[in-house]
């Protein structure tokens, strides 16, 4: 199946400092592309859609200027945290589907981030 | 708005025993239906789907049944092995996205 990358795979910074996670897909073409939160023991919480060549649609209540999505290219879109503090601090997914049009998504490994 | 409910864990059962985690939803439409698996250290990887009314979806065994009458979706095992130890989350599509349950621990012991 198709295969997704995220790195890193954990990170930890200082509260005031931005983080960058990379999502790639390896042998496919992305034009969509999904980012997840995921607080422990819990789901996961779709917080962005990430469009490549146009800007993403975040969901209700997730703050654009806090989380920034990048989809520069077909197999790269980047979510930056910035001034992240401790309550940042989470496990992120990104997903894409394999082609348009298809209801199957195919999940990175996830970017574990810790705000200190 | 639309959501996806399914049973709390961990559940913890012996190799051979019989799976069920239920899964229920609530949409406006007619949703495809899903069943994630995500590995220990592992990403989210599909288990099997089911896109409308009594489609069956299946996979390494395990099956769930689109109910729309009860609307339900639960996944079911008849014997389970400790390589199926894992979190399961059950899922809805809405417009493209997917809209996930709180996810069920399973532990299966030899």
């Known amino acids: 199946g198709a295969v997704v990358s995220q790195h890193p795979s954990r990170v930890i910074c200082k509260s005031g400092t931005s983080v960058k996670i990379e999502c790639r897909s390896l042998?496919?073409?992305?034009?969509?592309m999904f980012w997840y939160r995921q607080f422990p023991k819990q789901s996961l919480m779709l917080m962005a859609t990430?469009?490549?060549?146009?800007?993403?649609?975040?969901e209700q209540g997730v703050e654009k200027d806090k989380f920034l999505i990048n989809h520069a290219s077909l197999t790269l879109s980047t979510l930056t945290v910035t001034s992240a503090h401790p309550e940042d601090s989470s496990f992120y997914i990104c997903?894409?589907?394999?082609?348009?049009?298809?209801?199957?998504?195919?999940f990175g490994p996830g970017t574990r981030l810790t705000v200190l | 708005g639309d959501s996806v409910t399914q049973m709390e864990g961990p559940v913890t059962l012996s190799e051979e025993a019989f799976l069920t985690i239920n899964c229920t939803y609530t949409?406006?439409?007619?949703?495809?239906l899903f069943w994630y698996v995500q590995y220990p250290g592992e990403g989210l990887q599909l288990l099997l789907k089911?896109?409308?009314?009594?489609d069956k979806g299946s996979n390494k065994g395990f099956e769930a049944t689109y109910r729309k009458e009860t609307t339900s979706f639960h996944l079911e095992k008849g014997s389970v092995q400790v390589s199926d130890s894992a979190v399961y989350f059950c899922?809805?599509?809405?417009?493209?996205?997917?809209?996930f349950g709180q996810g069920t621990t399973l532990q299966v012991k030899p």
């Open positions: 997903s894409a589907p394999d082609r348009v049009g298809t209801d199957t998504q195919y």
């Open positions: 042998d496919f073409q992305a034009t969509t």
């Open positions: 990430s469009n490549e060549g146009s800007k993403a649609t975040y």
């Open positions: 949409a406006t439409g007619y949703p495809s």
């Open positions: 089911a896109t409308k009314a009594d």
């Open positions: 899922a809805q599509e809405e417009e493209g996205k997917l809209i």
